[in-house]
């Protein structure tokens, strides 16, 4: 048996229980999905053995690249700390989507008969109004969103909300006397701070025909005073993914999963 070693967003790594190798296996090509994986077997590269890897983690997809790039910055590989950083954020933002616009009204639609299929068709619907979406346009649905106190409690609602998304424009700059209006001071002050974030401007700076090399002090407070935002960000907005919300609401609830 192999427990995974240094997993991240890309790749997992064990030890080959009979050649004792140690085998780096990307999650798509090599493993053929992206886990996190419970158990499974695998092929070792060297002695082409079958053998039983787990132990995998199970944190977001941002938090693996959030990992990955302080890595980076460890080993003072600035320019891929800050491009894995904004794609973080990146990630982030499209979690908050799925996650106010989805997740959160699938589980409090428990008792909807169709509510698997409801789910499936209001996912496609959400993907195709965000699939172009970068940086800036995913922020502003965050912001949006808040703003305009756009919550569907339930996937009943969800779809015109959705719709809201490409029908309001919810891709552009919010006004920012909208946000000096918002009444929630800690919720304002945070959409404030997202409205300010460098790391997009130091991303386009780093990739582009210029290829920018970053100092560390910049690549540090994006690393550090940024990724504390996004925490904050998280906690203050509800950014959860499915099997979190889940979670909770089997804490409220008390009731087990396999009772729907």
């Known amino acids: ?3 995974i070693q240094d997993p991240d967003y890309e790749t997992v790594s064990a030890e080959c229980a009979h050649c004792g ?3 780096v296996f990307n999650r798509i090509d090599d493993i053929g999905e992206p886990g996190p994986y419970a158990g499974r077997y695998v092929e070792c590269f ?6 039983w890897i787990s132990g995998d983690i199970i944190n977001p997809a941002y938090q693996l690249l959030v990992f990955t790039a302080r890595e ?3 080993t003072k590989r600035y ?8 794609q973080a954020w990146e990630l982030f933002f499209s979690l908050f989507a799925y996650s106010n616009y989805l997740y959160r009204p699938y589980v409090e639609s428990s008792e909807l008969d169709d509510r698997d299929e409801l789910f499936e068709r209001l996912s496609s619907q959400l993907y195709d109004a965000t699939r172009q979406f970068t940086f800036y346009p995913l922020r502003n649905v965050l912001i949006n969103a808040i703003l305009k106190r756009v919550h569907p409690p339930m996937l009943q609602e969800s779809e015109a909300a ?4 490409v029908d309001e424009n919810f891709r552009v700059y ?5 946000i000096e209006r918002f009444p929630d001071e800690k919720r304002r002050n945070l959409l404030k701070q997202l409205q300010e974030l460098k790391i997009a401007r130091l991303r386009n700076e ?11 002090g910049d690549v540090e407070e994006c690393l550090t005073e940024e990724i504390e935002i996004l925490y904050r960000a998280k906690s203050l907005l509800s950014v959860n993914t499915l099997d979190e919300w889940w979670t909770a609401w089997r804490r409220r609830t008390g009731r087990p999963f396999w009772s729907l």
């Open 1 to 3: 048996m192999g427990n």
């Open 72 to 74: 980076r910055f460890a």
């Open 174 to 178: 919010p006004k920012k006397a909208d």
């Open 206 to 216: 780093v990739v582009h025909q210029h290829a920018y090399r970053p100092r560390r």
């Open 79 to 86: 320019m891929q700390c800050v491009a894995i950083l904004a």
């Open 46 to 51: 060297e002695c082409r053995e079958q053998f």
């Open 21 to 23: 190798a140690l085998c």
């Open 162 to 165: 959705i719709s809201g998304i």
